[in-house]
């Protein structure tokens, strides 16, 4: 019965036929907006290099070839270089961020630490004002003196106050002061009681920070953009960023990393750009099903106040 | 000792004197926790912070380390403001950043109520999540690579727009050099890539409205647009201005990416684009003046940092539970 009157009652809310169809097609068509450019770089990497030339960019080319992947294959050794770049930041840069936040956070949200309220207002201060590109320059440049070091990409980025505050209103909800309380009695120690209760407790909060971390990690390129000149700590956002501009500069990529004779070789520039993007792109689209929904979580979890 | 610290909450503090070393190691195991993040936020935050000092200096390196540069290089007072306020630059940098923010502002308002209503609407609930998941998927893609999308549609001799145009008989337009259609084309962007995040909000505030509400409604007669406008909209207002006017306080901040990478660094487009994130980037790479470029930051995030104080205390008086601080 009650089952029975919550159905019609979803259903009232909801448009009528006709506005139903109308908003479909409208939310379809800008849907399509939203992933077809994607299909379109695809089908660009996979166009014959005469055809873009000849033609344009088209969304149905007349010669599909797979020449722009085996050449990067071949020669990319930037590519690779940046992949791996890209790889180990995210990597380690995630662990980091997700450990040093959750920590922080598990500290100031428990009542019997001493120092929980000016621990948490010396971090909250850091989201009220914004210290600025160029003092944050300085002290990465000069102080730490960590130009053109793999670790310029990472520790800016290392440790997140909005995910502290996620991480804080996770461990007040999910985790009762009350279980905590019966450990203590039970005789364990803060140590103890923080590695076999809460961290197990943690993980799904876990799993939402990093998230929200690698994603930063993968898709940052302005840290590189201030701090790196080498192309040994290029990530492959930043090398996009770098052949952008600079058809020339692939070429030479390809030319010093590859063998001599291919170097004067008719280079698919343009097919192989696209073929980056592809590449730099591709370990997003493809996670990106199945994450979202943590993310979409994540984010009315984040919406609680500090 | 530690029996102190277990009862010190609830019960009333015991008498017994301890000293500040023996209330520091009573906390041993939680400043353990909260040291790494305390180092970052020193060092990425307050020094920083302080360094912005600079901007009343004529910064000069010396190879005696940064602090001591910092606290020996001569001081000039407002002399690097004055040289940023008196410059052409900055009236453009200023109408562009917050001409575009206030723009962001009220488009993101209406389009992601928009959506978020139409989405709530919509009765087919599988459509619904491909239309979701699509709509995200820009969100999670950099500027770095949307800027090649961009590319894609806008390239003068291959892109798809002008074979579109050229099909249909039109010369073809030279996007990158045409000023005029810049604020249209970032205005676009910026929300295209940003609506199936902003609309989430709505969404959930428009599906948690008990529906016993348009069960009244439809008893008294009203057409669907009555229910939106009378029962809907009422309801996600008042999360809609709390929005609105948190985002105020990020009005002199611009997305870098999207000014500094869509453009293609074009130098006919810097009146259109240059905002002053991208300003104060070019500044310090290009003619390295550090005092400069400073100033502007600092005077970008004092004004933020105002505009935040301001819009929460308005956010207090209007809605005491939705206050930042």
């Known amino acids: 019965m009650r089952n029975k009157k919550h159905i019609s009652a979803v259903e009232i809310r909801k448009f009528g036929a006709g506005a139903n169809l109308f908003f479909n097609i409208f939310l379809a068509v800008f849907a399509l907006s ?11 990497s996979l166009t014959k290099e005469s055809d873009i030339t000849l033609y344009g960019y088209q969304f149905w080319p007349k010669h599909f070839v797979l020449s722009s992947y085996s050449y990067l294959a071949k020669m990319g050794h930037q590519v690779i270089v940046s992949f791996g770049v890209s790889v180990f930041v995210t990597v380690v840069g995630t662990l980091m961020n997700s450990l040093f936040s959750s920590t922080y956070a598990y500290a100031i949200s428990r009542s019997d630490f001493l120092y929980a309220r000016f621990f948490t207002i010396f971090a909250l201060i850091s989201m009220l004002f914004v210290p600025g590109m160029v003092p944050t320059y300085l002290v990465v440049t000069q102080m730490l003196h960590l130009q053109d070091n793999i670790w310029a990409l990472i520790l800016p980025m290392s440790f997140g106050v909005y995910n502290v505050l996620i991480m804080r209103t996770f461990f007040k909800t999910s985790i009762p002061e009350a279980i905590i309380d019966s450990a203590r009695i039970d005789g364990a120690g803060e140590l103890r009681i923080f590695r076999s209760i809460v961290i197990p407790l943690a993980i799904p909060g876990v799993a939402t920070i990093s998230l929200f971390s690698a994603l930063g990690y993968w898709n940052d390129w302005m840290n ?11 990530p492959l956002q930043y090398l996009l960023v770098k052949i952008a501009n600079n058809i020339q500069y692939m070429a030479q990529q390809m030319s010093s ?25 591709l370990p997003i689209a493809l996670t990106y099903p199945f994450f979202q929904k943590y993310f979409v979580k994540g984010m009315t979890i984040g919406g609680v106040k500090g | 000792m530690t029996q102190d610290v277990v009862v010190g909450e609830t019960a009333p503090r015991p008498k017994k004197k301890t000293n500040f070393f023996q209330r520091l190691w009573a906390n041993r195991i939680f400043l353990l926790l909260v040291a790494p993040g305390t180092i ?25 380390g940064f602090l001591y540069s910092l606290f020996h290089s001569p001081w000039v007072g407002f002399q690097n403001f004055e040289f940023f306020f008196k410059s052409a630059d900055f009236w453009i940098v200023l109408r562009n ?11 993101n308002f209406f389009f992601a109520i928009f959506f978020g209503i139409v989405m709530s609407q919509l009765r087919n609930a599988r459509l619904l999540k491909v239309y979701q998941t699509s709509m995200l998927f820009p969100y999670f893609l950099s500027w770095a690579i949307l800027a090649y999308f961009v590319y894609a549609f806008l390239s003068t001799d291959k892109g798809i727009l002008n074979q ?14 045409t000023p005029a259609v810049w604020p249209f084309i970032l205005i676009f962007l910026g929300v295209w890539k940003g609506i199936g995040y902003n609309s989430i909000l709505y969404f959930a505030t428009a599906m948690g409205i008990d529906p016993s509400y348009y069960d009244a409604a439809m008893m008294d007669g009203a057409s669907k647009w009555q229910q939106i406008k009378n029962v809907t909209l009422p309801h996600i207002l008042p999360v809609a201005v709390l929005m609105l006017i948190l985002n105020i306080g990020g009005i002199f901040r611009s997305d870098f990416g999207l000014f500094y990478l869509i ?18 980037y070019r500044a310090l790479t290009t003619t390295n003046d550090i005092g400069m470029s400073t100033a502007a930051g600092l005077m970008q995030s004092v004004i933020g940092a105002m505009l935040i104080v301001v819009s929460n205390w308005v956010v207090r008086h209007v809605e005491p539970e939705s206050a930042l601080f």
């Open chain 1, 257 to 281: 990393g590859g063998s001599a004779a291919m170097a004067g070789a008719n280079l698919p520039t343009e097919g192989m750009r696209f073929a980056v993007v592809v590449v730099a792109t």
């Open chain 2, 97 to 107: 950043t917050v001409g575009y923010n206030m723009i962001f502002l009220l488009m």
């Open chain 2, 164 to 177: 579109l145009i050229q099909a249909m008989g039109g010369k073809p337009i030279d996007f990158y050099n």
């Open chain 1, 34 to 44: 939203c992933v077809l450019p994607f299909f379109f770089i695809i089908i660009l």
């Open chain 2, 263 to 280: 453009p293609r660094g074009s130098g006919t487009l810097i009146n259109v684009t240059q905002t002053f994130d991208t300003y104060i």
């Open chain 2, 40 to 64: 970052f936020l020193i060092v990425f935050f307050y020094i920083p912070v302080l360094a912005n000092v600079v901007a009343f200096q004529n910064f000069q390196y010396s190879d005696q």
């Open chain 1, 224 to 234: 590189a953009l201030l701090y790196t000149n080498s192309d040994n700590v290029t």
